[in-house]
T-cell receptor
Framework: SQQGEEDPQALSIQEGENATMNCSYKTSINNLQWYRQNSGRGLVHLILIRSNEREKHSGRLRVTLDTSKKSSSLLITASRAADTASYFCATEEGGSQGNLIFGKGTKLSVKP | DSGVTQTPKHLITATGQRVTLRCSPRSGDLSVYWYQQSLDQGLQFLIQYYNGEERAKGNILERFSAQQFPDLHSELNLSSLELGDSALYFC???????????FGPGTRLTVT
């Protein structure tokens, strides 16, 4: 079952612009994680934000979490062509054993 | 490189056959997770092991089984294969549950 739903499904921007992706989920969570996947390859962990955190930064990445709205956003600042990939949010549901429920992802294209 | 290894990278087999996918987690990680990624279903959690014991089950078919061995490597067995089982199968590991998961490069299974 899909827990997270990313929005938009696809995003095309120019190099240097910021990219914002949103994720909504349905149930209570322990934490929410963002992953990147280059075409047909493995997923790369980007950032984990726990349910009691509201914002987290890692390099050019900024993640926010609003548990009252059951939503999260991933901001990539000053995007580069190398950021072209699919981005997934994944949630650990409250009461789960730590397994992740993934959304369908946002396909980001950064044009040089 | 996440430190998680999976073999084989590609597997082509016929319907009705049985295959075994292998995963070696990152050094020190006790939790292993298996996920299936297909075009229509997206990324689906299959099963989780922690220190040799099954901890959680997701959308895993009865034709599929897995185990984690004392050296912590894991195998996913897929039997009576059907065309619809064609997918990317990912293994991930984490130190303990509820921490960041690190994904292997995946095994691409094609059932003909």
């Amino acid at each position: 079952s899909q827990q997270g739903e990313e929005d938009p499904q696809a995003l095309s921007i120019q190099e240097g612009e910021n990219a914002t992706m949103n994720c909504s989920y349905k149930t209570s969570i322990n934490n929410l994680q963002w992953y990147r996947q280059n075409s047909g390859r493995g997923l790369v962990h980007l950032i984990l934000i726990r349910s009691n955190e509201r914002e987290k930064h890692s390099g050019r990445l900024r993640v926010t979490l609003d548990t009252s709205k059951k939503s999260s956003s991933l901001l990539i600042t000053a995007s580069r062509a190398a950021d072209t990939a699919s981005y997934f949010c994944a949630t650990e549901e409250g009461g789960s054993q730590g397994n992740l429920i993934f959304g369908k992802g946002t396909k980001l294209s950064v044009k040089p | 490189d996440s430190g998680v290894t999976q073999t084989p990278k590609h597997l082509i087999t016929a319907t009705g056959q049985r295959v075994t996918l292998r995963c070696s987690p990152r050094s020190g990680d006790l939790s292993v997770y298996w996920y299936q990624q297909s075009l229509d279903q997206g990324l689906q959690f299959l099963i989780q092991y922690y220190n040799g014991e099954e901890r959680a089950k997701g959308n895993i078919l009865e034709r599929f089984s897995a185990q984690q061995f004392p050296d912590l490597h894991s195998e996913l067995n897929l039997s009576s294969l059907e065309l619809g089982d064609s997918a990317l199968y990912f293994c991930a590991s984490s130190v303990i549950p509820f921490h960041e998961q690190y994904f292997g490069p995946g095994t691409r299974l094609t059932v003909t």
